[in-house]
């Protein structure tokens, strides 16, 4: 099964750090640009942060510059977003994204996302609350 697996959510304090992981099973993520993206309440869904194919270029929203860290290990087939500094504005549910047809990390960062990425993953609670 083709898939995309988050994990690392949680409820954390303001001022935190929590990690999160994509996991790409069933295809290997060298081919794909990734993207994370979040979406909280009533709101649409933006883009956080997105990774080159190599790693070698990332996009970071300006909310988030600073305390977000994109990364990826094409030889575990994963993508990771350190957050640090941890905001109750960063609360939502966040999505890792796979984009074949892209190619650039500026243009799988934009909201709303584009309609032709291929894999979404299931998304992971991230809650910022004292």
């Known amino acids: 099964q083709l898939q995309l697996v988050e994990s690392g959510g949680g409820l954390v304090q303001p001022g935190g750090s929590l990690r999160l992981s994509c996991v790409a099973s069933?295809?290997?993520?060298?081919?794909?640009?990734i993207g994370w993206f979040r979406q909280a309440p009533g709101k649409e869904r933006e883009g956080v942060s997105c990774?080159?194919?190599?790693?070698?270029?990332?996009n970071y929203a300006d909310s988030v510059k600073g305390r977000f860290t994109i990364s990826r290990d094409n030889a575990k087939n994963t993508v990771y977003l350190q957050m640090n500094s941890l905001k109750p504005e960063d609360t939502a549910v966040y999505y890792c994204?796979?984009?074949?047809?892209?190619?650039?990390?500026?243009?799988?960062?934009?909201?709303?996302?584009?309609?032709?990425?291929?894999?979404w993953g299931q998304g992971t609670q991230v809650t910022v609350s004292s």
């Open positions: 994204a796979a984009g074949r047809n892209v190619f650039s990390v500026q243009r799988m960062c934009v909201t709303p996302p584009l309609p032709y990425i291929d894999y």
């Open positions: 069933g295809f290997t993520l060298d081919y794909y640009v």
């Open positions: 990774i080159s194919r190599s790693g070698g270029s990332t």
